[in-house]
């Protein structure tokens, strides 16, 4: 704390009769701002000087269009890298659906090597089944690297193959995965991990997606999962260590994921999509680089908390340093990082989904398409995809994470060990055979149909399911839009419109006197010149109404979140029973991409500011109820019993003792809730808004990407601007506390 | 006991803070505590001092704080000394390159540490291969190595057990057997047995004795109970705020504590069976009457002497009279305070 914020503390403190208090003063000359402003408008400014414009996009736009035609780094193109890199990832994206959902000509070969590699293995050793295995996709990889110029006798093995499986009827060994198959594998999983429970979820999951004919679109989703998941851990794990290792990487890697962290998804595409042509590869990119930080963080972690004495048991035992991170320190933390991955995964699903709108296919793409359709029965269909995936990916990866292995094991026989594994395997091949008559057995159909005596009937379509419910909907709709409307054009149009337009109508050095009061009042200097320096930059740009759009969102979503979220917190401590309802209900809100939020407000709401912060509250409350749940629990118990002991009634202990001790705690969680609701205006832009979402939004579809880029960095300013002043906030009040 | 030398330490100092090496040429190497207090450095271990001897039990004791795993630390070089010199085997410890550091660790060295210290990952075996994996050694080789000292410390049909699933007189029994599996010539014990209750603690203790005398390694140990330093102990040396204040048998302690700090440990404990006869014997008595053995400790002799009505005679293990003892030097010794 400064000097100055430490006498202002005093002038609170004694009594504020002669001084006024410090926000007195600070809000009384922004009251005579106003006033004056309203008496005589023109004097201040409502926005910067268009002469005096800082002209950033255009900046930005030049400068990309010169990375992308003439810029060189050490005399190689800077576009020949982005190709190069580009076509590199195009490659594990295109095998991965190969695999999954597409099929391909070298399929079979490439079962052929897995079969002919396990046998040497089996009876070799694992590196010759592997040096057989590299032998064998020789032709592949020739066909790969050399492209005509492999020798054809050679490369068209493969093919030959897969030609002599047609003729036999066999199509179907070079197809994909049977998604019998894969079905099988995750549910097995699920068993391995988590018993008879999981296996359940993930057998429902499964048939969900098969009935519903969202199979091929999870799929088409999944191919980007399972190609990010890897690359962001890898990417992750490695910085992390760094991190641990150099304190110079400590310096430079620590600010930039903080930073990366106040970031929305949204606005990691439009920098990559400005480089990237659209499409897969430029989902890809913008996943791994979101989803990597949680793994880096949580690799960070786990190395900093393995004991010191099991590392320097490994000292002792005579470990090199490579010895010591890869035998003990890695494996130590191994919980840590399984949470990582963990993260990772949710991350990348998250943003796989988000990623429709810069050329990823699958679950995000088609509900987008959906929901600006309005084809909310098909939207619900996909939503609910969406989300029983999400759960899914997250107690495996979850499960996985906590499973312990017990020494019985030792005890048991190879087959009882490996029995999930044996029984995937077989019906791998099973599935495989009965998929050269069973076309279904690799895809499901579209609808459920049954062939009898009278020929075919069609018992189950889901697009008949959805077209109904679109019907329902509608139906319910054209009733209850009649008490729905009115309330929702009273709300808007007294209530949000108003806000909005006094945000529009203040004079920016209002604004910024407030906040940078609030910054200087609890950061001091340093904080105050990085909110001032973040302010700047989006009013000499010409974002200011765009910012101030959002702002005003954001506001009003975090206030009625709180309005909601800390009563709920509050009840939970309270209760067992409610914590225990509330709780599993928070984790699972969490886990769904926030894409899905949209479904209910477009449902009730259609499009506008009312349905958008109506979006944004189940996601951003969480924080709210978790944070002032977790405060009030962590009051010490005797606190608590020193209170009762002085006679207080249970209300007193509340707003006296319970939550002025808990309150740190709550403005963390504040916080979060602001980083929430923020992520989440970009995504409601989705489905219409005018703030700086939108900006980003459309930048992609335009390509006028400097503008996106702006904009997403002027969403991530503002996060940083309000957990810069609550975050020095907290501390203070923590240290005051004695809890810091 | 052999008197070579096989640890040598002179003049070691410890010292954390924000840059100690500095520090220390700022006060010529030789700060005073004051000055350390003043400057908010901490001096763990300040001007020690001391050989360790090839094939005995050297016991480090001193309340908590005092610098006792900081000084075995210096010496393994988990932690590196501020200043001073220190010499394994006539090397010098703190130049060997990284290189000669780990290969030292991995055959010269044995640690036991107080928290045990087991990697959670692995079983018992592969915990106790641990150090045996890292060198290389093949895993045939390793696993049979490694269920050998399994079987040592008594835990044989736990091999497949994760420490978890183990007490904590089972864990610190892997960690023993673990530090054993190198066959180290030096083997550092840091309080193995406080994490343990009362009643384990005593049965570790015999099960160290009983391994001790089967292997005769060079030990350093640390300990709180000075009960148990007696037990086990060739010479004791007592810390104290970072200081080495006495380095010394079992018997010198008991018998000539350096100062108050050192009578305070000795107080309570059982001088019969720590003083032998030959540190009280006094010169030859021509009307002494029968004879003990030099070597003997006081509280197996002190029946005899005390109702015999004559001193008695004392004799060395050839038999040859060199002193006498007499009634009231045996029960000085055992009941007063300040004998001696
Ligand atoms: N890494 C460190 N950084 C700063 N101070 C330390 C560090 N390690 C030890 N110290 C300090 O050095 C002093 C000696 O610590 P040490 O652990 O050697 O004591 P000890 O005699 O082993 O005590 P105990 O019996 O409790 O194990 C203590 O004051 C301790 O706080
Ligand atoms: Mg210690």
Redesign the pocket.
Known sequence: MTEATASTFQSESSQGVKMPSYWGVVFGIALLALIFHYISPGVLPDRWWPEWEIPAEEWLTTRIEWLKSEATIFGIAFKDITRAIGEGLKAPVKWAEYVLYRGHANMSWIWLTVILASAVTYFSTLRNGLIAAVLFLTPILLALFLGDAAPESITSLPKMLSDGLKGIGAKALYGPIPWVAIAAGVILLGHWIGGWRLALLCAVTMLYLAVFNVWKDTMRTMTIVVVAVPMAAFVGVVLGIWVTRSKIAARIITPIFDLMQAVPHMAYLAPVAALFALGPVTALIATVVFAMPPMARCTILGLQTVPEEIVESGKMSGCTRRQSLWKVALPSGKRTLMLGVNQVVMQTFAMVVIASIAGAQGLGHKLLYSLQQLKLGTAIELGIAISVVAIVLDRLTQGYANKETDHFAVAKTWVQRHKHMLIFLVILVLSYIAAIWFRDVTIPPSKLTYTGAEGKVTLFDPKVLARWMDGGIREFNKNAFDYINPIRDWVTLNFLIPVRNFFLWMPWPVFVFVVGAAAWRYGGLSVLLLCLALMASFIVTGFWVETMKTTYLVLIATLLCVIIGVPLGIWAARSERVANILMPICDTLQTFPSFIYLIPAIMLFRVGDFANVFAIIPYATVPAIRYTYLGLKRIPEVTVEAAIANGTTKRQRLWKVELPIAIPEIMLGLNQTIMMALAMTAITALIGSTDLGQEVVRSISTQNFGRGILAGFFIAALGIIADRIIGSWADERKKQLGIG | MSAEVQIKCRNIWKI?GDNPKRFMKRHKGAPTPEALKEAGY?G?VQDVSFDVHAGEILIIM??????????IRCITRLNDPTAGEMEYEGRDLLKVSERELIDIRRHKMGMVF?SFGLLPNRDVLENVAFPLEVQGMDKAERVQRAKDMIELVGLQGRESYFPRELSGGQQQRVGIARSLAVEPDIWFLD?PFSALDPLIRAEMQDEFMRLQQKLKKTIVF?T?DFEEATKLADRIGI?KD?RMVQLDTPEQIVLNPADDYVAEFARNAPRERIVSVGTIMKPIDPSAEGTVLVSEKIGSVAQQVLTASRPMGVVDETGQIIGSVTREDVATTIFSRDAA
């Not at chain 2, 001193?62 to 000084?71: E, I, P, R, Y």
């Open positions: 954390f901490i763990a001193g309340l908590s704080g005092s610098g006792k795993s900081t000084l107080q309080e640390i709180h810390m970072g």
